[in-house]
């Protein structure tokens, strides 16, 4: 083999690298791009001002026991920005505010009281009675 082949050789092979190389490039950002979908289509979550969350409480991300809980709250979502920050307030009398990234809290769903859940249990009643009794299924004197 002659120098001049060898260079050849040599030039080839580099080549060949750096296809291989811009190949591994572009399926790596062909990943990241479905990943980033998939992440966007199922896992986004939205926020609405006036919205109760629950906070992650990181400090006990490794050293947990297994009865405590790992969520801090209720907090009221005062504001959401564009990258999906939320202002959270308390609902003591302080309400100090606090801005912490969108992916730490969850929505929490208020309890509702013993009177509210009986208020809202008449109102299905009365509106799911009249509509049966019109049938004649519930009416004892058709």
Known sequence: MTPSEAQ????M???ALDELRKM???HIKITQHQHAKWHDKYIERKFKSGDWALLYDSRYKDSMGKL???WLGAYE????FENRAVRL?????VRFKLLVNGHRIRLYHKTSTKQDFLQQFDNQVK???PAASAGGLLDPES
Not at 8 to 11: M, R
Not at 89 to 93: G, K, W
């Open 8 to 11: 050849k050789d040599c030039i």
């Open 13 to 15: 092979q580099l080549n």
């Open 24 to 26: 591994v490039f572009s």
């Open 68 to 70: 405590q809980t790992r």
């Open 77 to 80: 979502i005062v504001e959401v």
């Open 89 to 93: 307030a308390t609902i003591d009398l």
């Open 127 to 129: 509106t799911t009675v």
